[in-house]
């Protein structure tokens, strides 16, 4: 089983409006945290956010939020007034063991979501 | 300013010839990571290192080998290069106390003939 699902191989959104990129997870640790990174046409990898499972509220960060709902294993990215440079693969991840001295540091990513933001 | 280099940005090679990709940090940062990144699999870890002289194997360690004797250091070395290793190679690290952001390189775009 995958443990990082992104069901929208592409999105479209019309400027300045909200988009929601969804992303559900599977793990059985209690202690994780869950990351979206965004990857512009020139490939570099740039973090938007973070949550970890133990935190009471969603994370938000400029026009980026986390919408995380636990008990769904969820953790879906909203982008608010987009803008023409949001336009990039998205990618949900989540590092488990937060709490395990030791553990890989690994991030687990899923496969991806194309926004194109129209003008 | 704090970073993660990787150097070559770009590399076009051909079978069996032994190359080396270099991953420098200068944030202090205990992990250092090598991901590959494919269309429609994701990124995909191939080894880390948790420290100095403390690596172990990821996902997809095959045909790669790490070595890690400075902190800030993570080449990642392919011995006999194989077009099944034509991929985007991204060089991430972080601390292992705090923060949770993993920061990645700029990526290096390898074409294996």
Redesign the interface.
């Known amino acids: 089983a995958q443990k990082?699902t992104q069901t929208q191989p592409g999105m479209f959104v019309q400027e300045k409006e909200a988009v929601t990129l969804d992303c559900t997870y599977d793990t059985s640790d209690p202690s994780y945290?869950l990351?979206w990174?965004k990857q512009p046409s020139s490939?570099?990898?740039i973090?938007l956010i973070?949550q970890?499972s133990y935190d009471q509220q969603n994370a938000t960060e400029g026009r980026y939020s986390l919408n995380f709902q636990k008990a769904r294993k969820s953790a879906n990215l909203v982008i608010s007034a987009s803008q023409l440079g949001d336009s990039a693969m998205y990618?949900c991840?989540m590092?488990e063991g937060?709490r395990r001295g030791?553990s890989?540091?690994?991030?687990t990513?899923?496969?991806?979501t194309l926004l194109t933001v129209n003008p | 300013e704090a970073q993660v280099t990787q150097n070559p940005r770009y590399l076009i090679t051909v079978t069996g010839k032994k190359l080396t990709v270099t991953c420098s940090q200068n944030m202090n940062h205990e992990y250092m990571s090598w991901y590959r990144q494919d269309p429609g699999l994701g990124l995909r870890q191939i080894y880390y290192s948790m420290n100095v002289e403390v690596t172990d194997k990821g996902d997809v360690p095959e045909g790669y080998k790490v070595s890690r004797k400075e902190k800030r250091n993570f080449p990642l070395i392919l011995e006999s290069p194989s077009p099944n290793q034509t991929s985007l190679y991204f060089c991430a690290s972080s601390f292992t106390l705090r923060g949770n952001e993993q920061f990645f390189g700029p990526g290096t775009r390898l074409t294996v003939l």
């Open positions: 990082i945290g990351f990174y490939g570099e990898m973090f973070y970890g990618f991840a590092r937060l030791g890989n540091y690994k991030l990513f899923g496969k991806g």
